[in-house]
């Protein structure tokens, strides 16, 4: 019970501090400074569909930053609905496009960039964009004015309809993020406290990102021990509100690791901050949502009247009353629209639905329903394949299940069988998964998926099964087309090699 009272009297006074410093107005950067034109390199990274992106080329092309101060990088990440050779015709926009068997993710695709420029030497910072996003025309003239400042920078996400307006639960979404940003994290930047990178859009300096290195982006965890390692480099990651990005609210993400997560990242820091920077970003990760803070609370005041405590009823009484008085000053320093007050109110209700449905317990009735009361439209065919330790060669069976329409895949040898354990949306993702599997027992799978020579064919299907071989052989007719499926196998089977780019 001591322990709860400390914990949530830390909370009070750091929500007391966020209210008092919003108060106090400062003058935009932009209205201090004049600053030289940066030399910005704009990389949108575009995966999967890619509705928005020429959209987002088009805005970009005509921002009011002058046109020779900064250049275009679009990465294509097997996207499916973008054409190469219309945006290699531009050439205002240089083109990287990754014909992967699938996406390599946005951390290596950032860091491929960032390889290829990295000995450029009057280049100052990156500015790295989704194709989800839209940007207003003086987005990169606010870039190069914030630059004189701050090292990293995170924009302010606005949401937009996907119709002719926001549904009640998108506002409450939208409402909650914009009290997030315009209160917390724009506070903290004006305390001087990182923010959690977000790497959806965000600038960062070249020199900065020479010297830490690489990108670790996989999740929203990744984002968090990224922000720690800028932290340990004595770097905060600044909120910029006149920076501005738009995306649809189909997008919308809350950017809040879980509890559990952001705990396990505490422990595990909370003996290793060398400035202050790291330790107060690693005690953040330990503040409470306010259906925490108002439990906690209660359980106090229950214990304090009741029991006999160190502390009394009184004295916990007033501080949650302070902290009430704190949150109603975080509401007017926010300065959010009128009916966006009532949206926010709305939010814990929401929070409540979400966990309610997601409790393990109904969790587990909801998909035995599901399972029950769906028929599955199961389809399976089995190939012979070859499987090797680097000695000799195994001849066994592959079983391809599509249940569905989600793929899995059995692997069967002499009777015995092990199954994927994931679905995947395509085929070539199940093998992938056996074929890690595989690997950790020293054995590799001789498909042409794995080989070196395959090449995949984009055909439209969500199955990606199709290819062709590029093997060289004795007697092949120069130009001649041969196809293949991602399970084939041959005697000229050479294994596909994955280099680090990073």
Same mark, same amino acid.
């Given at each position: ?80 609905? @973008? *054409? &190469? +050779?219309?945006?290699?015709?531009? =050439?205002?926009?240089?083109? !990287?496009?990754?014909?992967?068997? $699938? ?117 929203? @965890? *990744? &984002? +968090?021990?990224?922000?720690?390692? =800028?932290?340990?480099?004595? !770097?905060?990651?600044?909120?910029? $509100? ?261």
């Amino acid at each position: 019970m001591i322990f709860l009272y400390i914990y949530i009297t830390v909370f009070t006074i750091y929500f007391i501090v966020l209210a008092i410093a919003s108060m106090k107005t400062s003058r935009k950067i932009r209205d201090k400074y004049t600053p030289k034109d940066a030399n910005l390199c704009v990389v949108i990274y575009a995966t999967g569909k890619t509705d928005t992106l020429e959209n987002l080329i088009k805005q970009l092309k005509n921002q009011t930053y002058p046109k020779q101060s900064y250049t275009i990088y679009t990465i294509l990440d097997k996207c499916e609905n @973008i *054409s &190469e +050779v219309t945006l290699q015709s531009d =050439l205002n926009v240089n083109v !990287i496009n990754i014909n992967n068997m $699938e996406p390599v993710g946005k951390s290596q695709a950032y860091s491929i960039v960032a390889e290829k420029l990295h000995d450029i030497k009057d280049l100052d910072a990156y500015v790295f964009l989704d194709s989800k996003n839209y940007v207003d025309s003086d987005f990169l003239m606010n870039v190069n004015f914030y630059l004189t400042k701050y090292d990293v920078m995170n924009p302010m996400v606005n949401y937009l309809p996907l119709n002719d307006s926001l549904s009640f639960w998108e506002n409450v979404k939208s409402a909650y993020s914009r009290y997030c940003s315009k209160f917390i994290y724009k506070t903290r930047t004006k305390l001087g406290l990182t923010n959690i990178i977000n790497t959806d859009s965000f600038v960062i300096k070249k020199s900065l990102l020479n010297k830490i290195g690489s990108f670790e982006f996989q999740d929203i @965890i *990744s &984002e +968090v021990k990224y922000t720690l390692k =800028l932290a340990k480099e004595r !770097i905060s990651v600044a909120f910029v $509100e006149d920076l501005k990005v738009y995306k649809c609210i189909n997008c919308f993400d809350f950017r809040v690791p879980s509890l559990s997560k952001r705990m396990g990242i505490f422990w595990a820091n909370i003996t290793q901050t060398p400035n202050f920077t790291t330790q107060e970003f690693v005690l953040s990760l330990a503040v409470p949502n306010w259906l925490t803070v108002i439990l906690i609370y209660f359980i106090l005041l229950r214990h304090s009247y009741v029991f006999p405590f160190w502390v009394g009823y009184s004295t916990i009484l007033i501080t949650f009353i302070v902290l009430t008085i704190a949150f109603c000053v975080s509401l007017l320093n926010a300065r959010l629209f009128s009916k966006e007050y009532l949206y926010l109110f709305m939010y814990p209700f929401q929070s409540i639905a979400k966990m309610t449905y997601n409790f393990p317990p109904i969790r587990g009735i909801r998909n035995i329903i599901k399972i029950t009361t769906r028929k599955h439209n199961i389809e399976k065919m089995t190939t012979d394949v070859i499987v090797t330790d680097g000695k000799r060669d195994y001849t066994c069976q592959l079983e391809l299940i599509s249940d569905d329409g989600l793929a899995k895949v059995r692997f069967i040898n002499k009777g015995k069988k092990y199954t994927t354990k994931n679905n995947h949306l395509r085929m070539i993702d199940a093998i992938r998964e056996l074929t890690t599997k595989l690997a950790d027992y020293g054995l590799t799978l001789k498909v042409c998926q794995c080989c070196k020579y395959f090449q995949p064919v984009v055909d439209g299907s969500t199955n990606m099964i199709k290819g062709c071989c590029n093997c060289q052989f004795q007697g092949r007719t120069p130009g001649d087309i041969i196809p293949t499926l991602v399970w084939n196998t041959c005697p000229k089977f050479e294994e596909h090699n994955v280099v680090n780019l990073f």
